[in-house]
């Protein structure tokens, strides 16, 4: 049975520890945030998680609007007015591969798309292999995958990412973190 603890990030399947998506690309240098002081990353992780909840349990009609920070308002307004009346497959739901053993949360999954929600100024290049991810988790090779950026002002930007060879890359990137986790030495 998968597990997946949000305190620690990490996937466990029959007490098993798994790789995530995440882990991986942080693995091999296509996340690195090296550069950036960690207090402004652990509260830009802080607000990215807190809209992705408000947008979670909006999606599920559980919202409670009268508790919500005024700062999260505009980027569940730029949610609320890219999702319409859609309903989705897959809200958050973690999965895990059986043949290559990691796991992942796709944001949102309908039919054949994969959307990711975004609360950043960017939407880094990575996130064309994080999604590459996310629909091999969902087994969805044709996937549209799609990073949907919220914005401060209420608004929303698509980011479509089309190249197929980005499910190859991250199966590469996989190969590569396995082999690295394999073989280090303390």
């Keep these: 049975m998968l597990k997946f603890d949000p305190a620690s990030h990490r996937y466990t399947l029959d007490g098993q520890v798994l790789v995530s998506v995440t882990q991986v690309l942080k693995g091999v240098g296509l996340i690195d945030f090296n550069g950036i002081n960690p207090d ?26 009268q508790s919500l920070d005024e700062n999260l308002k505009p980027y569940l307004e730029a949610w609320r007015s890219f999702r319409g009346d859609m309903k989705f497959d897959a809200i958050e ?25 975004k609360t950043g100024t960017t939407v880094y290049t990575s996130s064309a292999i994080q999604l590459a991810g996310y629909s091999i988790l969902a087994d969805i090779p044709t996937a549209r995958r799609l990073a949907v950026q919220l914005k401060p002002d209420g608004k929303y930007q698509v980011h479509e990412f089309k190249e197929r060879t980005d499910r190859q890359v991250f199966l590469s990137c996989l190969t590569a973190y396995q082999w690295r986790i394999k073989n280090a030495t303390t």
């Excluded at 990353?41 to 559980?62: I, P, S």
């Design 40 to 65: 402004v990353l652990q509260r830009a992780a802080a607000f990215g998680t807190a809209v992705h909840q408000a947008c979670h349990l909006d999606d599920l009609g559980d919202l409670d609007e």
């Design 93 to 117: 739901q973690p999965l895990w591969h059986p043949v290559y053993g990691f796991a992942g949360t796709p944001d949102r999954i309908k039919e054949n798309t994969i959307w990711d929600i």
